[in-house]
């Protein structure tokens, strides 16, 4: 079953505490993406890869670390910095410069 | 700051009729718009796209209209149905290396039966 694959679905954070969130892909597309959605807003650009051990911030960039040391992989760590974390959070790839393709997506949520 | 800007936020159509999104960019280094639909919990899926050389691309009952000089795009669904249902969102990707999209808001979509 080839695809974007991101886990956990769910995940909760405590105040002051990192969280990783996974994204995997079987496609063999050169670029990955993590956006963030709010209720009511478009999707927003936190981080993007488009070649392995390279990344580009996003619009939205702050209190967010990511790390792309294969090409499948592009994990997203949401860091205690980031005071406003509660989102949907979305990971993207595509052939570069060619359409992106979605995953189904993480909701994270703070306690 | 290159923005998309898209309408209505939400709209109701009976089963049947047909739906009408709008959005507008507000800068001309485009070359890419594609159009997005997500059900809830669910992450978005490519639906159609089109590039700025054609005035309209038609895929089934969805077809994108495309005016390069009023920088407009819509998306038409024709003869909808209960299970259109969904949030859409267009988008363009930006002419330059980092081929990155810019969103619009999105649109709730809700077809009565």
């Known amino acids: 079953d080839g695809g974007i694959t991101q886990s956990p679905k769910y995940l909760f954070r405590k105040e002051g505490q990192n969280v990783t969130l996974s994204c995997e892909q079987n496609l063999n597309h050169d670029a990955m993406y993590w956006y963030r959605q709010d209720p009511g807003q478009g999707l927003r650009l936190i981080y993007y890869?488009?070649?392995?051990?390279?990344?580009q911030k996003g619009d939205i960039a702050e209190g967010y670390s990511v790390s792309r040391e294969k090409k499948e992989s592009f994990p997203l760590t949401v860091t205690s910095a980031q005071k406003n974390p509660t989102a949907f959070y979305l990971c993207?790839?595509?052939?570069?410069?060619?359409?992106?393709?979605f995953g189904p997506g993480t909701r994270l949520t703070v306690l | 700051q290159q923005q998309v800007k898209q309408s209505p936020q939400s709209l109701i159509v009976q089963k049947g009729g047909i739906s009408i999104i709008n959005c507008a960019y507000e800068n001309t280094a485009f070359d890419y718009f594609p159009w997005y639909q997500q059900f809830p919990g669910k992450g978005p899926a490519l639906l159609i796209a089109?590039?700025?050389?054609?005035s309209e691309k038609k895929e089934g009952r969805f077809t994108i209209s495309f005016n390069k000089s009023a920088k407009q795009f819509s998306l038409h669904i024709m003869d909808s149905q209960p299970g259109d249902s969904a949030t859409y969102f267009c988008?363009?990707?930006?002419?330059?290396?980092?081929?990155?999209?810019?969103f619009g808001s999105g649109t709730r979509l809700l077809v009565r039966p």
């Open positions: 988008a363009a990707r930006r002419m330059d290396s980092s081929y990155k999209l810019i």
């Open positions: 089109i590039r700025p050389d054609v």
């Open positions: 993207a790839s595509s052939i570069f410069g060619d359409t992106q393709y």
């Open positions: 890869s488009q070649i392995v051990n390279d990344f």
